[in-house]
């Protein structure tokens, strides 16, 4: 089976720098899509970062409040994807969960899969 498995998390103060980690292990014959999401406390989850696998190449994107400050990239020989999260604010505060579209068998079928999240505490 499939799992997503997130680290890098911690306590950080303003304009400090974190990198985060989501490992996908388990059967993987292909993976369409990793995301990172963000849920502040008291809030719903949101997208903060999304790393595609196009018709015409690999693609990235981000919410408004993250641009220029994070970075998603992928390890593909890992199964991994990382956000490099540089000038952290206190708004960034919350945990940050991967999410992953994963085809688990040769069939051509992806299915979706949450990681468990990991704390992110930045302070001012």
């Known amino acids: 089976q499939v799992h997503l498995v997130e680290s890098g998390g911690g306590s950080v103060q303003a304009g400090g720098s974190l990198r985060l980690s989501c490992a996908a292990s388990?059967?993987?014959?292909?993976?369409?899509?990793m995301i990172w999401y963000h849920q502040a406390p008291g809030e719903q989850r949101e997208l903060v970062a999304r790393w595609d696998s196009g018709d015409t190449g690999d693609t990235t994107d981000y919410s408004d409040s993250v641009k220029g400050r994070f970075t998603i990239s992928r390890d593909y020989a890992k199964n991994t994807v990382f956000l490099q999260m540089n000038s952290l604010k206190p708004e960034d505060t919350g945990v940050y969960y991967c999410?992953?579209?994963?085809?688990?068998?040769?069939?051509?079928?992806?299915?979706?899969?949450w990681g468990q999240g990991t704390q992110v505490t930045v302070s001012s």
């Open positions: 388990g059967t993987i014959f292909g993976i369409n899509a």
């Open positions: 999410n992953a579209d994963i085809r688990p068998t040769i069939a051509f079928r992806y299915y979706n899969y």
